[in-house]
């Protein structure tokens, strides 16, 4: 990762937010895929800049709205980005989606980017180089679950998936996108994040990087490290902020509802 690596995220995620500009969040068109998701023009279009702007000549490509290549596998760099993270809030003029653009090496997540222009928030960070929140530099937040912020699923939390957790220290906030509610966390502004339930790669790469780079941890429930530009882009789970915050609830929380305490 260099830092035009990151330059190179900050320019695809301005031309993103042109590429956005005809489209009102909550007014626009959608059509609905093979299995039910959305998917609107601006999909598309910011699809069509971010592969103009991010990939060179040895460089792979994995992205939500492009049919998969198996190609990408051979490469070391790949970069995994979703157009838009969180459609069905785009759609429904709900301010929790983003642009996600993350660059993975060697199966690392190094460096990434989220821009939500409803907010008018943009993360960026990379692996040694720390986060930024709109320019200024970011502090994660809490190290212990007690009095700390978790963003939640909103669709799990409507199924009824966070009820667990209703006598926990820690206070649940539902949120959309999930590259989102990892940006947030990266950038101080959330204590965690997690699911239980499997997500894409493209959903959580940008993330990633954000969390290592602002000195967090992005585990599997079992405790291993995710690993990014996997044949099948798919993840099992995964839990996102500091060490200590993970460890703790690994610990005492990440148990069959019966055996919670």
Known sequence: MTTDDLTRIARALERAAEALRPFTAGAVAHVLKERGDPLTEADLAVNRVLHETLPRPGEGWLSEETADDAERISH?????????????EFVQGIPEWCVSIGLV?????VAGGIMNPATGQTILGGVGS???LNGARAVMGSSGLAGATVLASRSEVKRG???????????????????YK???????????????????????????????????????????????????????DFLAGPAPLLDEFREKWLAPPSSLR
């Not at 090496?105 to 997540?109: K, L, N, P, V, Y």
């Not at 997500?199 to 585990?219: C, F, Q, T």
């Open 130 to 132: 720390g986060v930024t």
């Open 161 to 179: 998936e966070w009820k667990r957790f209703e006598s926990a220290p820690f206070s649940v906030r539902p949120c959309g996108s999930v590259a």
């Open 182 to 236: 990892l940006g947030l966390v990266a950038a101080g502004l959330a204590d965690a994040t997690w699911t239980l339930t499997p997500k894409s790669e493209w959903d959580v790469a940008a993330g990633a990087a954000l969390m290592r780079a602002a000195g967090g941890v992005v585990l599997h429930a079992d405790g291993s490290e995710p690993t990014f530009n996997c044949p099948d882009p798919r993840l099992t």
């Open 105 to 109: 090496e060697d199966g690392i997540a």
């Open 76 to 88: 070391s760099r790949v970069w995994v980005v979703d157009p838009i993270d969180g459609t069905q």
